[in-house]
Nanobody, 122 residues
Framework: VQLQASGGGLVQAGGSLRLSCAASGGTFTSYVMGWFRQAPGKEREFVATISWSGGSTDYADSVKGRFTISRDNAKNTVYLQMNSLKPEDTAVYYC????????????????WGQGTQVTVSS
């Protein structure tokens, strides 16, 4: 499956962005989807994940209550709604897909998008 992330940009602290990740070339409902991010000089970290049907979600503690992951299986797209953004949310955000299961570490994800830059100014 190929993944194309979009929606990043520059936003002031407290603002919102919605990231999208369009999938093609595979059966979208076969994949658990996740969002990860990597800030300069830091390791890639988990942000959020959503199960095949969308019935289960999980979030990093740092984004709980501010970010919402969702998916539209009819459009083969996963979204990350980001509200109340903070400067520490600045990173390249990646979407990823795995068939291996829900709630797994990044090493279990087989397919990755190209990343989209999110910059939050203070």
């Amino acid at each position: 499956v190929q993944l194309q992330a979009s929606g990043g940009g520059l936003v002031q602290a407290g603002g919102s962005l919605r990231l999208s990740c369009a999938a093609s070339g595979g059966t979208f409902t076969s994949y658990v989807m996740g969002w990860f991010r990597q800030a300069p000089g830091k390791e890639r970290e988990f942000v959020a994940t959503i199960s095949w049907s969308g019935g289960s979600t999980d979030y990093a503690d740092s984004v709980k209550g501010r970010f919402t992951i969702s998916r539209d299986n009819a459009k083969n797209t996963v979204y990350l709604q980001m509200n109340s953004l903070k400067p520490e949310d600045t990173a390249v955000y990646y979407c990823a897909a795995t068939k291996s299961g829900f709630g797994l570490p990044s090493s279990a994800y087989d397919y990755w998008g190209q990343g989209t830059q999110v910059t939050v100014s203070s």
